[in-house]
């Protein structure tokens, strides 16, 4: 087993065992089990709350809004404590995956017991909000710090740029086993009060899909755990903890990293505010959610050109890749809402190729993280990998909160109507229409801001990225930060 350290009196950055191929694959599983909570959430707390709890769309939409802000706030919190932890025999954001994934167990399963649908109405709106709080707290304290785990696992950027090639491969490959899944087992068919067949929320199947979901969940963490090592290991004095208000100034007055906040808030508005809504497009504008698991392949050529895209970017820079094609999706998004598609597997087909653009840079924002994280660390002389981390998903969770709280408004303004478990409810048709505009409009106008700010205000461009990772070796051989 080979070594090389360099020492300094309170610096140690160590490269062993050394890089095996397999750890990005291993990392990869750990974004497949957050899945396992995120996506079940993010696409289904809504319509849950609205069609088997028969709670307002509006309410739904500000328990969301709340939890998503308070979850931004535990999400950073999360990331200063993981910096600031002692280093352990496995690192020090190891610890946090491994014992704080059961809280997140639990409460993914309390999220949908059955029985709450017999409450009073205030009882059930009192429960959803706590239990849904307590869910976005335990998912941070889990998935803040392992986000943290690509940067340290090496310094070498090739290394770096495969690890989070394989988180963005995992959050990918995640969400089409959910998103498939899902439409599959949670709808079933009725008949409403014309007599046509209507689908509808199956809403007391899902505490089995939640049982289920919890145990892969555990699975996908410990592969995760067992095959990721954490080299770069920087031991702190008491007086090197980094507090709040310097880690605060560290993402506010980043160029980069204000670029990559807002592009993030952008990317998770847009894929969420679609995502809730598009359970509502299939299953009352289109009223089949089998093309809804169909959607699922949606992500499938991503996957496809997953392990050539870090050398990709690595020739032309990711900054430029990315924006291009993104682009690209935001011209296919505005062709879709003006042709006002009716067949849905048409739909699922443009859905397919607009998506392409979004998906190969959610593939590669952890790498602009890691290359933030660099940045910093050249101008500062300080390396907080879980606070650069936990900055974007501060960003990011902001964006949660807009896209739980958004859609619900539109809902509630368009007279969506609710309903509890069993019953049929026929839309209007301007409801209808404006929920198909949510769907297309929403990407197109995100992705579109998101390649303006790459292109024209994120300033790592793949030359600064590789100047700046030399000058950390020559750092490092020095045994400096």
């Not at 995120?38 to 809004?65: C, E, K, R, S």
């Not at 020090?92 to 059961?102: A, D, G, K």
């Not at 839309?427 to 106008?445: D, F």
Request: proline share 4%; hydrophobic share 50%.
């Amino acid at each position: 087993m080979s070594a090389a350290t360099a020492d300094a009196s309170n610096v140690k950055i160590e490269e062993k065992p050394p890089f095996k191929k397999t750890e990005p694959m291993a990392y990869a599983m750990g974004d497949i089990g957050n899945g396992f909570y995120f996506q079940l959430v993010t696409n289904y707390a809504l319509i849950y709350m609205t069609d088997a709890l028969g709670i307002n769309p509006l309410w739904a939409g500000w328990i969301i809004f709340f939890g998503k802000l308070i979850s931004a706030f535990t999400d950073f919190g999360t990331g200063v404590w993981a910096d600031n932890a002692p280093l352990r025999e496995d690192g020090r954001y190891h610890w946090f995956v491994r014992t704080l994934r059961y809280p997140l167990m639990a409460v993914i399963i309390l999220t949908f017991l059955p029985f709450v649908s017999s409450w009073p109405m205030a009882a059930r709106v009192v429960y959803m909000t706590v239990i849904y709080i307590a869910g976005v707290a335990c998912y941070s304290a889990t998935s803040a710090p392992y986000g943290s785990f690509a940067s340290v696992s090496t310094p070498v950027v090739k290394h770096r740029d495969e690890m989070a090639a394989g988180r963005g491969f995992g959050s990918t490959a995640g969400g089409i086993i959910v998103t498939f899944i899902l439409p599959l087992v949670m709808y079933t068919t009725v008949k409403d009060s014309t007599g046509a067949d209507k689908k509808i929320l199956n809403g007391p199947v899902l505490i089995w899909v939640a049982i289920i979901f919890a145990i892969l969940l555990w699975l996908c963490y410990q592969i995760t755990l067992k095959g990721t090592v954490e080299r770069i290991r920087v031991e702190k004095t008491k007086n090197e903890h980094v507090p709040l208000g310097k880690a605060l100034k560290y993402m506010f007055t980043n160029r980069a990293m204000v670029a990559l906040m807002l592009a993030a808030l952008l990317l998770i508005f847009a894929q969420m505010f679609a995502g809730a809504v598009n359970s509502y497009l299939y299953k009352d504008y289109f009223n089949n959610t089998a093309a809804l698991a169909i959607l699922a392949v949606q992500n499938v050529p991503v996957l496809i050109v997953a392990p050539f895209v870090p050398a990709i970017c690595d020739k032309f820079g990711k900054k430029l890749v990315c924006g291009i094609l993104l682009v690209f999706t935001t011209v296919v998004y505005v062709i879709m809402f003006f042709m006002h598609i009716t067949n849905p597997y048409v739909f699922v087909g443009m859905s397919i190729v607009a998506i392409f653009g979004n998906g190969v840079f959610g593939l590669m924002v952890w790498s602009f993280i890691t290359d933030i994280i660099d940045d910093i660390q050249v101008k500062t002389h300080t390396r907080e990998d879980g606070t650069v981390y936990t900055g974007y998903m501060f960003a990011r969770k902001i964006g949660q909160a807009l896209s739980g709280l958004l859609p619900a408004v539109v809902l509630a303004a368009t007279g969506y109507v609710t309903a509890t478990s069993g019953q049929a409810v026929v839309q209007s048709a301007s409801t209808l229409n404006n929920i198909y505009a949510v769907a297309t409009l929403a990407p197109a106008i995100g992705n579109g801001l998101i390649a303006l700010i790459l292109l024209f205000f994120y300033p790592l461009s793949g030359e600064v990225s590789k100047k700046n990772a030399a000058i950390l070796e020559e750092r490092r051989a020095k045994g400096e930060m």
